[in-house]
């Protein structure tokens, strides 16, 4: 069946741009995760959601990073006023229930910020 | 930080050896999981272990799990050439979110 999937691909923005990472998680998953993997940072989280609502938002490393996920499904996290900190490979996974299941992730989205 | 460590950074064996990399990790966990990843991109689950296993099997991977001493070992038996890729352990973090927290991973290459 079909997998996690995420678009674009690759995305390079200029400083000071927002941007927007989409995530189709896989049929059926209620849980669904962003992390990021940066050289400095490794694989970090950033956002969890359980259905439309997202009750670990801890990884967020500014406010200028949010999500949403509509219709339990599709997830979308923006970048604000990005910054070349923000350059790295976004991850988007999602799990069938959150409880303690494996976590089957996309190929990521690779952002670089000029 | 929660990072768990792996060890070792990398790692370079000629096909058909073993290949063994090890986890730590900082907290209690509920279960443990180890992901490979090729150029940089999407990570592919192998293999999970609960916190009430020591071993596990599944093809050509053995995982062992220790929770008194917070490690775990990955081996890889008859490896490939296709093999080469980042190894990385992960633990969930327990609470209702299963977040996982990664280990800083293993670079494996497997030479022909």
């Known amino acids: 069946g079909a997998g996690v999937s995420q678009s674009p691909s690759n995305k390079v923005t200029e400083k000071g741009k927002d941007v927007e990472l989409r995530c189709d998680p896989i049929s059926g998953h209620t849980a669904l995760y962003w992390y990021r993997q940066s050289l400095g940072q490794g694989l970090e989280f950033l956002i969890y959601f359980q259905g439309n609502s997202a009750p670990d938002k801890s990884g967020l490393p500014s406010d200028r990073f949010s999500a949403e996920r509509t219709g339990g499904s599709v997830s979308t996290l923006t970048i604000q006023r990005t910054q070349q900190e923000d350059s790295a490979v976004y991850l988007c996974?999602?799990?069938?229930?959150?409880?303690?299941?494996?976590?089957?992730f996309g190929p990521g989205t690779r952002l670089t910020v000029l | 930080s929660q990072q768990g460590e792996e060890d070792p950074q990398a790692l370079s064996i000629q096909e058909g050896e073993n290949a063994t990399m090890n986890c730590s990790y900082k907290t209690s966990i509920n279960n443990l999981q180890w992901y490979r990843q090729n150029s940089g991109r999407g990570l592919v689950h192998l293999i999970l272990?609960?916190?009430?296993?020591r071993e596990k099997h599944s093809g050509r991977l053995r995982v062992t799990l220790d929770t008194s001493k917070k490690s775990s070992s990955l081996l890889i038996t008859a490896s490939r050439a296709a093999d080469t890729a980042s190894y990385f352990c992960a633990t969930d973090a327990g609470g209702a979110t299963n977040k996982l927290i990664f280990g800083t991973g293993t670079l494996l290459a497997v030479q022909p």
């Open positions: 996974a999602s799990s069938l229930t959150g409880l303690l299941g494996t976590q089957y």
């Open positions: 272990i609960r916190s009430n296993e």
